[in-house]
T-cell receptor, first 110, second 110 residues
């Protein structure tokens, strides 16, 4: 079974731009969660989608948004990028509450 | 809000010494999960504990869930270089959301 696939692997943007990250969950997994991780920091929860509906949301500004499609693939969007948005963005799909993470997208904002 | 405190933040050990990380929740958890993130990698699911007082072993790793389902620990016996990484606990709170500890980074001294 293929794992969680995140694209792109690396991304460089400038302040003010917007970015869209993609996540394909493990086949059969209907829940997708997104996390932000900065060096030395833990995992900061962004949001979770289940069957195309946002089920939970973390404490991030409205510039961070997401969606899930009928095939369970998910995208997250960050608008008006700030320097502080530079981070590793991890997507995880889950079945029976256990999370399976992708390799992440490393976003650098210059 | 619900919080999970994880200590210590870092632990330096000589190879062959033991390692322990602890998690304490401000509220009762329905279950707790443990993940390991190798340097440069993504978190990988290790185990889930559900029952009060539960103890589970995986080779040299011992996981415990407290009687009140508010605390948990991970103990590694006789650490090896392959154990290097950051260990995270994640407790499931009242609204189905996972609450993550900040992680404990295990560093093996040369």
């Amino acid at each position: 079974k293929a794992g969680v696939t995140q694209t792109p692997r690396y991304l460089i943007k400038t302040r003010g731009q917007q970015v869209t990250l993609s996540c394909s969950p493990i086949s059969g997994h209907r829940s997708v969660s997104w996390y932000q991780q900065t060096p030395g920091q833990g995992l900061q929860f962004l949001f979770e989608y289940f069957s195309e509906t946002q089920r939970n949301k973390g404490n991030f500004p409205g510039r961070f948004s997401g969606r899930q499609f009928s095939n369970s693939r998910s995208e997250m969007n960050v608008s008006t990028l700030e320097l502080g948005d530079s981070a590793l963005y991890l997507c995880a799909s889950s079945l029976d509450e256990k999370l399976f993470f992708g390799s992440g997208t490393q976003l650098s904002v210059l | 809000g619900q919080q999970v405190m994880q200590i210590p933040q870092y632990q330096h050990v000589q190879e062959g010494e033991d390692f322990t990380t602890y998690c304490n929740s401000s509220t009762t958890l329905s279950n707790i999960q443990w993940y390991k993130q190798r340097p440069g990698g993504h978190p990988v699911f290790l185990i889930q504990l559900v029952k009060s007082g539960e103890v589970k072993k995986q080779k040299r790793l011992t996981f415990q869930f407290g009687e009140a389902k508010k605390n948990s620990s991970l103990h590694i016996t006789a650490t090896q270089t392959t154990d290097v990484g950051t260990y995270f606990c994640a407790g499931q709170g009242s609204n189905y959301q996972l609450i993550w500890g900040a992680g404990t980074k295990l560093i093996i001294k040369p």
